[in-house]
């Protein structure tokens, strides 16, 4: 097994959080949607797997590179 830590494409607030850790996750599904100038941009799982950490609160800000999701696969 081995993680891959999901990063943000965009600098932006942390809008939903759609998979919580245990969830499973398959590639390409929405894990988190960010809202950066007015849109919503979802973060997408790049591997089928299992979500095992959250690392954004509902909320909060992310710069683009920002780690905020990790998934087991």
């Known amino acids: 097994m081995a993680d891959v830590r ?3 494409d ?3 607030s942390v809008w939903k959080i759609l998979k919580q850790p245990g969830e499973a996750v398959e590639e390409e ?3 988190i949607l960010l809202e950066s100038m007015k849109m919503e941009i979802p973060v997408m799982a790049p591997r089928t ?3 095992i950490e959250i690392r954004v609160a509902e909320g909060e800000m992310v ?3 920002d780690v905020v999701v990790v998934i087991r696969f």
């Open 6 to 8: 999901v990063k943000s």
């Open 10 to 12: 965009i600098a932006g």
């Open 29 to 31: 599904e929405p894990v």
């Open 49 to 51: 797997g299992t979500v």
């Open 63 to 65: 710069a683009e590179g």
